[in-house]
């Protein structure tokens, strides 16, 4: 079935650990995005990637990295975890106007102890 | 910048009730808007948007929404909800090409 892909789904790390959360698309898309959610705060933007070969930082990027591989995957690293970046977080993709919404993947949710 | 709110942040209804999720936004120029929604365990999918045209925006399930542009409004609607209807529901808003800016979200909770 054509869409998001998120791996893994589901991770526990140590504080201090790293890891890379992968993401791969297969409508096309030229966007793609991550997003962080919290209890109570909605989805935050963490990084993006406008078109293949740029990657933009969103409101909260402190303590993430992330690479667009190829137009296709586009993953989101962290180098040190710390216990506040326990959350949900989604990857999604998006043609080229924002006027079509985006795809999300299905989210991985990561604990950091 | 642009920026989203949603003042609901847990509405209870009972079965058949009707709703309304309040949804306003802050941005003075041209406004594409959408409602998300996130089944329990589940991802964020879109229940619909508007971009041009008829403010009233019709979506899967029945649900819509009317963007009244005076009141910086996309509020979602739908007149007898079912329990199959218990979800997370966001509102967001792009400006331009950058990236949607969603709300916090309103967590709905339909009882038998």
């Known amino acids: 079935n054509a869409g998001v892909t998120q791996t893994p789904k589901f991770q526990v790390l140590k504080t201090g650990q790293s890891m890379t959360l992968q993401c791969a698309q297969d409508m096309n898309h030229n966007s793609m995005y991550w997003y962080r959610q919290d209890p109570g705060m909605g989805l935050r933007l963490i990084y993006y990637?406008?078109?293949?070969?740029?990657?933009d930082k969103g409101e909260v990027p402190n303590g993430y990295n992330v690479s667009r591989l190829n137009k296709r995957e586009f993953s989101l690293r962290l180098e040190s975890a710390a216990p506040s970046q326990t959350s949900v977080y989604f990857c999604?993709?998006?043609?080229?106007?924002?006027?079509?919404?985006?795809?999300f993947g299905s989210g991985t949710r990561l604990t950091v102890v | 910048a642009q920026s989203v709110s949603q003042h609901n942040h847990h509405v209870i209804l009972s079965e058949a009730a009707s709703l309304e999720l309040g949804c306003n936004y802050s941005y003075g120029g041209t406004v594409n808007l959408f409602w998300y929604v996130q089944y329990p365990g589940q991802h964020l999918q879109l229940l619909l948007k508007?971009?041009?045209?008829?403010?009233l925006v019709k979506g899967i399930k029945g649900f819509e929404a009317e963007f009244i542009k005076s009141k910086f409004s996309f509020n979602l609607r739908k007149p007898s909800v079912q329990w199959s209807d218990t979800a997370e529901y966001f509102c967001a808003l792009p400006s331009g090409n950058t990236p949607l800016v969603f709300g916090k979200g309103t967590r709905l909770s339909v009882i038998a």
């Open positions: 508007y971009f041009s045209g008829d403010p």
């Open positions: 990637s406008a078109s293949e070969g740029t990657t």
């Open positions: 999604a993709s998006m043609s080229g106007s924002a006027n079509y919404g985006y795809t």
